[in-house]
Structure formats: structure tokens, C-alpha cells
């Protein structure tokens, strides 16, 4: 299991800490929207594996093209992770609300002449 960063080495390398962990937002970040787009991609063999799709897009990432995690971001590899953070929160999703189901009904055109 890996150390998480102290208090003492994040003030003495702040900015190096400071972009590595931007670099592992961007990687989470990635993953999970490529994680959402699983069984959506296809060639013309069938569907591609999004692991394949990762590589590819991460090694074509410009520096201008990251985007700056929110402050509560916690990541989820500890390496990462400053000594006085906890666990990686993730956010719930609202359940649907129930409600009465929506019925369509189409007209054919004969009961129109009528």
C-alpha cells in the first residue's frame, strides 16, 4: 500500500504534487466517462473495449485540454492522497420518482373520418 502525502513534503514540492494529482483527476475522469461509453463505441468488427479507447486518447491529452479538479475531490489511488484527506467520495444519483405511467395511444386514420 502506498504512503499518501505529508504535510511537510506537500509544502516542500507543492507544485510538483499539485500537477501530479491533476494528472490523476484527468486519468479518473477519463476512464469514467469512458466507462459510461462501454458496449456504445463499435467498429466494424463490434464493439471496442474503452481500455484501448483509454490509451489512445490519454497520450493524445494537451496540457490546456485538463481540467481542474473541484476542491473536494479525494483521488482514489492513496499514492495520490494528502495524509489528512479521507476516502474518495462518490456521488449517489437520484432514484427516479414514481409516478403514474404515461399511456400513448395513436388514432388510425379510419376512426377519424367518423
Known amino acids: ?9 506537500y509544502e516542500d514540492k507543492k507544485a510538483y504534487w499539485d ?12 476512464k469514467q466517462r469512458l466507462a459510461k461509453m462501454q458496449g456504445s463505441v463499435f ?3 463490434g464493439p471496442m473495449d474503452t481500455g484501448d479507447l483509454y ?6 491529452i494537451r496540457q490546456e485540454d485538463l ?11 492513496t499514492k495520490w492522497r494528502f495524509e489528512w484527506e479521507g476516502e ?5 444519483l437520484p432514484k427516479p420518482k414514481k409516478g403514474r405511467p404515461v399511456v400513448l395511444r395513436a388514432k388510425h386514420i379510419d376512426d377519424l373520418n367518423d
Not at 1 to 9: N, Q
Not at 19 to 30: A, I, S
Not at 55 to 60: E, L, V
Open 55 to 60: 490509451d489512445k486518447i490519454w497520450t493524445d
Open 19 to 30: 500537477y501530479q494529482r491533476l494528472l490523476e483527476y484527468n486519468r479518473e475522469l477519463l
Open 43 to 45: 467498429t466494424q468488427l
Open 1 to 9: 500500500m502506498s504512503m499518501a502525502i505529508s504535510k511537510t513534503d
Open 67 to 77: 481540467e481542474k479538479p473541484p476542491s473536494m475531490w479525494v483521488p482514489e489511488d
Open 88 to 92: 474518495p467520495w462518490t456521488p449517489q
